[in-house]
């Protein structure tokens, strides 16, 4: 028999909606960031020889069918079920089927929910181990949660609390971890994929990507493109209607705001490419991955969000103090060509370095690897905390 220290550890993502980026969709209105990060993953997993699985909603496509080596598993549709009611059946109960289908050492769960506190539910019960990755500041933060409902919120601080292992994407939440809930979590970066290069010109004055929501602050788009009328804004992005909305209208009346509206990851790339500055007007992140996509293009960020203080501390960009320090870095750097283009090489060495997808492939692995060999605590032992 083959000892389990020799062998690549198995994982299965809870990724209910990462069906569309596992199979390049192009046709859908809104894609996460944790979606791409599973794929990414998935896919750089395989690459180290891992056995991989995601449990995605159904779609109309088989129970379980191999999707370039990554084996896609269907629990029920997300429109299955009674409303408040399909909590229990189906999604939960269709969420454990799937994860005794897939049968692996590791399970693997991003996004704070039901499904978190499900999946550290099904690894207790069945002697698995629950890996919960933090993908967001408010994960860490009771009550502010981005949880509609509180037995959602309830259930997802269970799962939390029975986590093996807790990978954080930046300091700051481990420390909001370890301050809010008394655990422990590693250090795992984000990943970002190489571009495929074009020789594009640099039409695009301050390219802005996100999804719409409230947190967003897609508003302060429209300020700022009314503040410099002479810089051009291109906004990407799909989600609430409201703010989409709102955007087209901008867009109609201000002659340099274009909006294109929701843009599949596959083809997110060239908008990117043709981009002078990147701008970033949230009020709330983890470590997005639109500020890897810049800077691996050599792309400088603006932005109120600095995590762990990384674009001031290396110089990838500027973190901007309030909306006037915003609108005077966006006209520096949109008007300094040899001051983006020292700021870029800078970026794209450092996102290069430190977040390519072998490398934290790698990194997780090992953890993986530990855990499974009983060589690293829980997170709660680790931290000393009494739960």
Known sequence: VEDRASKPPSVCIIGLDDYPSLTGQRHVEMVGGENVQHVLLARAWR???????????????PKVHDVGGIRAIA???????????????????????????????????????????????FCRRHAKRFVFRISSDAYCVPGQQLIRFYRDRKVYEYG????????????????????????????????????????????????WVANFRAVKRSDLVIDLARRLPKLNFLVVGGGREE????????????????????????????????ARVFLNTSSLEGFPNTFLQAWIRGVP???????????????????????????????????????????????????????????????????FSALLSGDCGSPKDRCGAQL
């Open 160 to 207: 939390l609390r029975r986590a093996d292992l807790i990978l954080a994407q930046t300091e700051r939440q481990q420390s909001l971890l370890h301050a809010n809930y008394g655990l422990h979590s590693e250090l795992v970066n984000t990943v970002v994929e190489a571009p495929v290069r074009a020789a594009l010109v640099k039409d695009v004055d301050v390219l």
């Open 47 to 61: 690459q180290l020889g891992m056995d991989v699985s995601i449990i995605v909603f159904a779609q109309g496509q």
């Open 75 to 121: 629990c029920c549709s997300k429109q299955d079920g009674i409303p408040g009611l399909r909590f229990a059946y189906p999604r939960t109960t269709s969420l454990i089927a799937a994860m005794r289908l897939a049968d692996t050492d590791i399970y693997y769960q991003s996004l704070a929910g039901y499904a978190t506190g499900v999946t550290a539910w």
């Open 243 to 274: 703010y989409a909305r709102r955007m087209r209208d901008a867009a109609r009346v201000l002659t340099n705001l274009t909006f294109v509206g929701p843009v599949p990851y596959e083809d997110v790339g060239v908008y990117f490419d043709r």
């Open 301 to 367: 960020v603006v932005t109120f969000f600095d995590p762990d203080g990384l674009i001031a501390k290396h110089g990838l960009g500027v973190a901007a103090r309030d909306l006037e320090h915003m609108t005077h870095a966006l006209t520096e750097l949109a008007a300094q060509h040899e001051l983006r283009e020292s700021i870029g090489r800078r970026a794209a060495a450092f996102s290069a370095e430190s977040y390519s997808a072998s490398i934290v492939a790698s990194r997780s692995r090992d953890l």
